[in-house]
């Protein structure tokens, strides 16, 4: 009798447990297809977000890009426009020096063109050395000019075939001048590196881009005005100036040889 149980009871328990898997296999399988249908909005949202961040950041480079090459262009066009004008300055000299062989000058009839052979750094205190000389008739003091109007220095030793060439720059040297043409003399006064350095009257009326001039019945021009400084109870305006030239460029100048 209890066996009979006993097998009645294994018979039910092997039901009940074929039962419970099978249950188990289609809640998985339902579960499932919910979970895919609950989520697949989310999927597919999180797909067009990625797409779309991938296109936007493919918009930014190609933007990068476009900038990039925008300025690459522009450094070209600015560098051939140097050229350009580097060229054109050239082409303007060359013409020049060609008018002006055999040395004299069309600008005037006492100026003679002449090389620059030593210069700033090389030589010292805004001197210059210039491949005329005795032998050419260049003379202690004979003015020097880098053109026609603007006067620079003067001929401060001579050689046979060569000479020394002392700026309004140099350090220490001190000319009488006006500015503007005012008709009132102040000291213009070397501070090297082509600069001058002019302690004016307060009164005097003075701007930037003025010119120092160098009095004469033919007035010359050896700086222009770049700065005023003063304070308001100072009696002096400190007044800074530069030369036409650049001291530790400049290749050819003139000499006013008097005959």
Known sequence: ????????????????????????????????????????????????????????????????ELIEKVAELTFENEKLARENRSKALLAIENEMLKEMLGRKSESGDDLTITRVISRPPITSFDTLIIDMGREDGVEKGDAVLSSSSNEIGYIEKVLESSANVRLYSSPGERTPVEIDGNGTLVVAEGTGGGSIAIQAPRFLDIEEGALVTKPALDSTVIASIESVESGETDAFQLVRGKLPINVFEVSWVFVEIVE
């Not at 039901?15 to 289609?26: E, H, K, N, P």
């Not at 809640?27 to 797409?51: D, I």
């Open 1 to 64: 009798m209890s066996n009979r149980l006993n097998k009645r009871t294994r018979v039910a328990a092997i039901s009940l447990i074929s039962l419970l898997f099978v249950l188990i296999i289609i809640s998985v399988a339902f579960g499932r297809n919910a979970l895919n249908n609950a989520f697949s909005p989310v999927l597919a949202l999180g797909a067009n977000v990625n797409q779309a961040s991938g296109d936007f950041l493919k918009k930014f480079q190609d933007k990068d």
